[in-house]
């Protein structure tokens, strides 16, 4: 089994936060699923790699290592719907996105309850841990909640996804200078965007975004086709594809980073 959390701390107040790159399954929870579900396809593939010219931010990462399968670590954990009235999928998902079913025997409520004590707390004690420690050094925190998912998924959304997809719940998680720096760097970018879409920022934004205690997070959905050579098995990291992509998140990081610094720095 993967690790459940890991955090490489950094130096500057960037905290990357990585709830779905991971593909571990616990053994237990592999015996209970089907062959689909033991696909784990619905996964933020290559979050670190995609992400590693965000080292001349010297951010501190915290990355899940098991499969969104397990437990989904961007869903309340009361299983209360992000998005009412709309497709999703739960605390524990019971079918990927397109809506396949993946369990052969799927976990009961006291199961779903043993594995919010023991995968979903672990990530969100060391996220808040780092949240933390960056305001306790820095003043404040940009939290920068990172995902990717595939460009079309009827079930979901209609047509194809925008490339990006930044999300603040509807401005509630960060400051409006904070949103407005990372906006105006995503124009200057030739992909597709949208802010405050289909994907307004799941729980980790909600939850800990607030800017009146110095944290501004923003969820950066990506959609899977600017990266991969293909939205498919095996999920080949097209790395020609995915430097004009690295230079379009280095911009707005950059920018909301030096937004943030500026707004907390003429704080009284």
């Known amino acids: 089994m993967t690790d459940i959390v890991s955090v490489a701390r950094g130096s500057s107040p960037l905290v ?3 709830p779905h790159p991971g593909t571990g399954l616990p053994a237990e929870v592999s015996a ?3 062959a ?4 784990v396809e619905d996964t933020d593939w290559h979050m670190r790699q995609l992400y590693s010219f965000a080292e001349r931010f010297q951010p501190t990462i915290v990355e899940a290592g098991l499969s969104r399968f397990v437990i989904d670590l961007n869903r309340d954990p009361a299983g209360v719907s992000l998005y009412p009235g709309q497709a999703t999928t739960e605390l ?5 996105f397109d809506g396949a079913p993946i369990w052969a025997t799927a976990p009961d409520e006291a199961e779903i309850a043993r594995r919010r004590e023991a995968y979903f707390r672990p990530y969100h004690a060391a996220l808040a841990a780092e949240i933390q420690h960056a305001k306790a050094q820095y003043g404040f925190c940009l939290l920068w909640d990172c995902h990717s998912i595939k460009s079309v998924i009827p079930r979901l959304f209609e047509g194809a996804l925008p490339t990006l997809n930044l999300g603040t719940n509807s401005g509630q998680s960060a400051a ?13 970018s030739a992909f597709t965007q949208v802010v405050n879409g289909r994907f307004k920022g799941g729980w980790i934004t909600r939850h800990y975004g607030h800017p009146a205690d110095h944290v501004h997070a923003l969820q950066m959905e990506i959609a899977l086709s600017a990266y991969l050579a ?11 594809r995915a430097a004009s992509l690295q230079s379009a998140l280095s911009a707005m990081i ?5 937004a943030a610094t500026k707004l907390e720095r003429t704080k009284p």
């Open 36 to 39: 689909r579900g033991k696909l």
């Open 176 to 188: 409006a200078a904070v949103e407005a720096a990372a906006v105006t760097a995503m124009a200057g």
């Open 254 to 258: 950059e920018a909301a980073l030096a």
């Open 230 to 240: 293909d939205e498919a098995p095996p999920w080949t990291f097209d790395a020609a």
């Open 32 to 34: 209970q699923l089907n």
């Open 16 to 18: 990357l936060s990585m």
């Open 92 to 96: 524990v998902p019971t079918t990927t």
